[in-house]
């Protein structure tokens, strides 16, 4: 999976990971908002859920230490990452002001 995750994050468009784990309860919370904001941002963004459990080679090279993390992506370059749960608006807007510069 390692792999595939490096030539993932290489896109030319943004690409928003989601670290996440089944026994999380704010992952669950969480992933609605994600789902709506993929829909809306179809073309523009591209939203990748990671479950740490069955991928920890990746979480523990990204030091992913608490679920979710959020980490934003474009060309192979990490331009933003936050821990814990996010609204549809602030998300929206990190995409917004830190994706498109």
């Given at each position: 999976m390692l792999g595939n995750f490096q030539s993932l994050i290489q896109s030319s468009i943004p690409v928003l990971i989601d670290f996440y784990a089944?026994?999380?309860q704010p992952c669950k919370?969480?992933?609605p908002i994600l789902l709506e904001i993929?829909?809306?941002q179809q073309g523009n963004l591209r939203v990748v859920k990671i479950d740490v459990d069955k991928n920890p080679?990746?979480?523990g090279r990204y030091q992913v230490r608490s679920v979710p993390t959020l980490m934003l992506f474009k060309n192979g370059n990490l331009l933003w990452e936050n821990s814990g749960v996010m609204t549809k608006?602030?998300?929206t807007e990190v995409v917004k002001t830190v994706a498109n510069n």
């Amino acid at each position: 999976m390692l792999g595939n995750f490096q030539s993932l994050i290489q896109s030319s468009i943004p690409v928003l990971i989601d670290f996440y784990a089944e026994w999380c309860q704010p992952c669950k919370v969480q992933s609605p908002i994600l789902l709506e904001i993929a829909r809306e941002q179809q073309g523009n963004l591209r939203v990748v859920k990671i479950d740490v459990d069955k991928n920890p080679e990746i979480a523990g090279r990204y030091q992913v230490r608490s679920v979710p993390t959020l980490m934003l992506f474009k060309n192979g370059n990490l331009l933003w990452e936050n821990s814990g749960v996010m609204t549809k608006q602030q998300l929206t807007e990190v995409v917004k002001t830190v994706a498109n510069n």
